[in-house]
């Protein structure tokens, strides 16, 4: 499938009043943004290529650094026990600071993600202030505006689990009291999500052609609500939307490991993923790193070998299963695109997910850059829907759903991976648990999974969580600043 290089490749920033610019043209480097020409905001939105430029910018900013590179990878994954810092000891050795739990709220990360969402959120929220005013085709005009709502509650999505309680701004500030504003309990944050996510579902096709591959749809705001709602163990939400989104048509892909590859984007299990390309003669537009920073460390691949897999993850496939290799870049081996990758070196094992083969390098552009970043999935869903039949005493459903991802990763071969038969609720819940965490390893739900689950003490503490102040990261202590107080600390912190 051909991806909208158009939707790629224009990016949009737009501040509150005042600031407003519109870029035209992408000129960033992975720390910041350089308008190459603007428009004036009282120039802009007034009509429907207006909209379009916005919506195709609210898209481009998913693949900009705060949203996919560095920060998500300190705050979404580095807890995790799937992981470790990576690199060189010395290298970005704050990265460890999320990894045993001693970040505190001036960490430049947790800021950068803080920033990285709010950001999004503005970009949606330019869109539903603005686009219905503007004369344009009502039905695209309704489906822009469902887009901006998915978009929204994505952000909000990974901003409160990582932080609980987080300011809840549905429009852009106009007035002066409007721009200071206190957290919201992270009840009515789930509640706006979950509204948003309605909406949405309510007016998105089920698929697009052409230009608009990439673009949320039904199946991506249903599958998002059910990870809502699974986070808030509403688990009749959670069957009745996985089994909406089991309705839409989506398969499992074949190949397991060429699920991730580039040649396979948008494939029959994706439902929604960050659309990234490398765009000739455009570096500067080619701006993901996500690929980059977790990439084969040396002269060989060109990574910064960042996020790499721990040995505890390697410990918890059970043997044969073919996802660990499709998962877990190792020193020494050759992968199935043909890369050797030399027996000695920094660390010993790379991320498989987010690998570009080395082929498609090219100079003087971000490596990988090309390479998008799946954010939902069916095997997902699927695991979602066995877990609700699970926890409503539906077993022969959830054993059902269970083992429809644990038939591909078998691959025909009886010998490994059998189905699993146990009817006794507690030890299918493990059996789901274990499923979820090989079967979506390296990206970035472990950690919040293991700490939905009411694990994470047995699971994290030896390396230092402490229950009652790690279940969520420190608000950045920069935000409290500027707020004078108004925003307030999480407990322990």
Not at 78 to 102: E, I, Q, R
Not at 223 to 251: C, D, F, I, P
């Amino acid at each position: 499938m051909k991806n909208n290089k158009k939707f790629l490749q224009r990016a949009l920033i737009i501040s509150i009043p005042a600031l407003l610019i519109i870029v035209q043209s992408c000129k960033k480097s992975f720390l910041d943004v350089q308008a190459t020409g603007t428009v004036a905001a009282t120039k802009f939105w007034q009509n429907q290529q207006d909209a379009t430029d916005a919506l195709n910018g609210m898209y481009a900013n998913l693949h900009e650094w705060t949203n996919i590179a560095f920060a998500p990878i300190a705050v979404e994954s580095m807890g995790s026990d799937d992981v470790d810092k990576g690199s060189t000891p010395t290298d970005a050795s704050f990265m460890n600071d999320f990894h045993f739990f001693t970040a505190n709220s001036g960490e430049g990360q947790i800021a950068d993600f803080w920033g990285g969402q709010y950001r999004t959120i503005n970009l949606a929220n330019q869109i539903l202030d603005n686009v219905p005013g503007i004369n344009m085709d009502a039905s695209l005009k309704n489906r822009y505006l469902a887009e901006a709502k998915f978009i929204r509650a994505y952000s909000y999505f990974r901003l409160v689990r990582a932080f609980g309680d987080v300011p809840l701004r549905l429009h852009v500030p106009k007035a002066a009291g409007e721009y200071n504003i206190p957290r919201s309990p992270k009840a009515q944050v789930w509640a706006a999500i979950e509204a948003d996510l309605t909406d949405a579902a309510s007016v998105l096709p089920q698929s697009y052609s052409g230009a608009d591959i990439g673009h949320a749809t039904k199946g991506a705001a249903l599958a998002l609500h059910a990870k809502a709602a699974m986070y808030q163990a509403k688990w009749n939400e959670v069957l009745t939307l996985t089994n909406q989104v089991m309705s839409l048509g989506y398969t499992l892909f074949p190949n397991y490991e060429q699920m991730f590859r580039t040649n396979n984007k948008n494939n029959s299990e994706s439902i929604f993923e960050i659309q990234c390309m490398l765009i000739p003669n455009n570096p500067t537009a080619s701006n993901s790193q996500y690929s980059q920073v977790q990439g084969v460390r040396g002269s060989t691949g060109g990574g910064w070998g960042f996020n790499v897999p721990s040995d505890a993850l390697v410990a918890s496939y059970e043997a044969g299963d073919p996802r660990m290799n499709a998962t877990i870049i190792f020193r020494g081996e050759t992968t199935p695109e043909g890369d050797v990758i030399p027996a000695s070196g920094d660390n010993p094992r790379y991320n498989m997910k987010s690998y570009v083969p080395f082929s498609l390098y090219v100079s003087g552009f971000n490596e990988g850059c090309q390479q998008d970043k799946i954010v939902l999935r069916y095997a997902d869903v699927l695991l979602m829907n066995a877990e609700a039949n699970n926890e409503l005493g539906n077993n022969v459903a959830a054993l059902a759903s269970l083992e429809l991802v644990r038939a591909r990763a078998r691959a025909g071969n009886a010998a490994i991976l059998p189905p699993v038969v146990t009817t006794d609720q507690a030890t299918l819940r493990t059996a789901i648990w274990n499923e979820r965490h090989v079967e979506l390893a390296m990206e970035f739900d472990r950690y919040f999974d293991v700490i939905r689950q009411g694990r994470a003490a047995a699971i994290f503490g030896p390396r230092g969580w402490k229950t009652g102040k790690n279940e969520v990261w420190p608000i950045p202590q920069n935000e409290i600043d500027l707020s004078a107080g108004v925003l307030t600390q999480n407990p322990g912190y």
